[in-house]
């Protein structure tokens, strides 16, 4: 899992005007919530493998539909 630093974010708020406490606080709450959600986020590969599958379902419904076209089509012969 990637770690990720929130040490700008600290110095961000300070500058901002809160005092270190309350930056470090606010800082060290918004870690604890990123890193509970970091594991629920996609991933470029997830992305790409949806995307596949989706292509590969569309195709299988436009064969699926061109076949019950001919299978229609073949009942009625043409004059």
Do not use: C, N, Y
């Not at 986020?41 to 596949?52: N, V």
């Amino acid at each position: 899992m990637t770690t990720i630093s929130f040490d700008t974010l600290i110095k961000t708020l300070k500058s901002a005007g809160f005092e270190k406490r309350q930056a470090e606080a606010q800082t060290e709450l918004l870690e604890q919530v990123v890193s509970d959600h970091v594991k629920e986020l996609a991933t470029k590969r997830d992305i790409a493998e949806l995307k596949a599958e989706t292509i590969q379902w569309m195709f299988g419904v436009a064969t699926g539909q061109a076949m019950f076209i001919i299978a229609i089509l073949k009942m009625f012969p043409s004059r």
